[in-house]
């Protein structure tokens, strides 16, 4: 999206365009959108929350449950949106895994980083990042 393509910052002084009342705005973040309290039209929806998604990920426990993932970057090719999997062969709990099942991890982990790069461009921007990388350190 271009800066031409973005709607201009509202403000809540602008009146309605339908019924023309001013200052008369109920903001919902939970659904991203704003409406006029005279006649329900809706001004902005849906709008990007570019924010942490904070998430519980156990039973009960609030504050201390939390976590929250990598935001996305441009310093990866990928944006960080991909899933890695870990060098170690451990499973979910810590313990070490059998022989078999290593061998199969090691062979998802060599499938996983053939197939993380779909082009030449996008390997080519691989290595630049992780040059910029390696020179910004």
């Given at each position: 999206m271009t800066d031409e393509d973005r709607k201009p910052e509202m403000t809540d002084d602008e009146p309605c365009e339908e019924c023309g009342a001013k200052n008369d705005w109920t903001q919902d973040d939970n659904r991203g959108e704003e409406w006029c309290n005279q006649c329900g039209s809706v001004r902005d929806a849906y709008q990007i929350d570019y924010g942490k998604d904070w998430r519980v990920f156990a039973d009960g426990e609030g504050a201390s449950?939390?976590?929250?993932?990598?935001?996305?970057?441009?310093?990866?090719?990928?944006k960080g949106l991909t899933t890695d999997i870990g060098w170690q062969n451990k499973d979910y709990a810590g313990a070490a895994i059998g022989g078999d099942m290593a061998k199969?991890?090691?062979?998802?982990?060599?499938?996983?980083?053939?197939?993380?790069v779909r082009n030449s461009t996008e390997r080519n921007l691989v290595l630049a990042l992780g040059e910029l990388d390696r020179l910004a350190g």
């Open positions: 449950q939390e976590r929250t993932g990598m935001p996305a970057t441009n310093l990866l090719h990928d199969r991890v090691n062979r998802l982990r060599r499938q996983h980083s053939r197939t993380r």
